[in-house]
């Protein structure tokens, strides 16, 4: 058999076998790794890379290798859940960079961090006045979490003590102008409701390529042909004119002084409304 041939299919298997692993170790290892993650794909990868390229390597001897190299995060995993001390000696802990607002210059120089480095991972968090930050930490994993100071937050409903309900997740139901029974079902709804939706918005399952079902129960579509979007678009800003006009009228006759352009006015206003309660369920579809 060709050397090539023996490539490509050491290469498929090594992928093959490379894939179960990580499957194995979980998600965690394709995440942002802690260092001793790092160490285990580097070393792994190695392993594969000479087991492909290198001919005269035994096969399976490479394989062994690696289910051995994988072994050690899977066990280490299982003793850092059990051991807070081993979990900070091998995943390692996260470093203050800023702490009560003020930064910490020797940690900066401990994680080898200059302060070009610093200020560019603080305007990747969206932070551009040190001024603003209470807490900075690098974390074990080499990402950075920010903490603003209290007048810097965003406001939120509770600081102005506003209640708000908890909002659910959306559910999609067609994908590429296929109804998913299954997410249908979850939402709550019937594949009748559905057909009743679709018939409203004027196209068929066939037309959508997203339709999802939010949390409020209403059904939000987008569709191939984004014309026909258009048109529904159209209709919606028709209609927002229509009630501008009305309430227009409306003003107008609160405003005038003569009594007969007051009644003309109102009048209008009143055939106006008659036309928009006519035309509203076409225009809404």
Sequence with gaps: MPDWIHVVLRSILFMIILFIITKILGKKQIAQLSMFEYVTGITIGNIGAELVINLREKFYLGVIAMLA????????????????????????????????GKVLEENLRKEKVTIDEFLEMMRKEG???????????????????????????????????????????????????????????????????????????????????????NASGEFKADLYDDSQKGHSEDKQVLLAAMHKCRNDFE?????????????AYRKNAEKLEQVIDKVSNLLQK
Excluded: C
């Design 69 to 100: 190299t994988a072994s050690i995060p899977y066990a280490s995993s299982f003793i850092t859940m059990k051991s807070k001390s081993m979990r900070n000696f091998l995943d390692g802990r996260g470093t203050a960079f800023i702490e009560k």
């Design 127 to 213: 932070v551009f006045d040190l001024s603003e930050v209470e807490y900075a930490v690098l974390e074990a994993n080499g990402s950075l979490s920010v903490l603003l100071k209290k007048e810097n937050r965003p406001l939120t409903p509770k600081d102005i003590q506003l209640y708000v309900t908890n909002e659910g997740k959306s559910h999609t139901v067609i994908m590429d102008g296929v109804i998913l029974d299954e997410s249908l079902e979850r939402a709550g709804k019937s594949k009748a409701w559905l057909k009743k939706q679709l018939k409203a918005q004027g196209v068929s399952d066939e037309d959508v390529f997203i339709g999802q079902v």
């Design 251 to 263: 003003w107008f006759s609160l405003s005038e002084k003569e009594d007969e352009v007051k009644k």
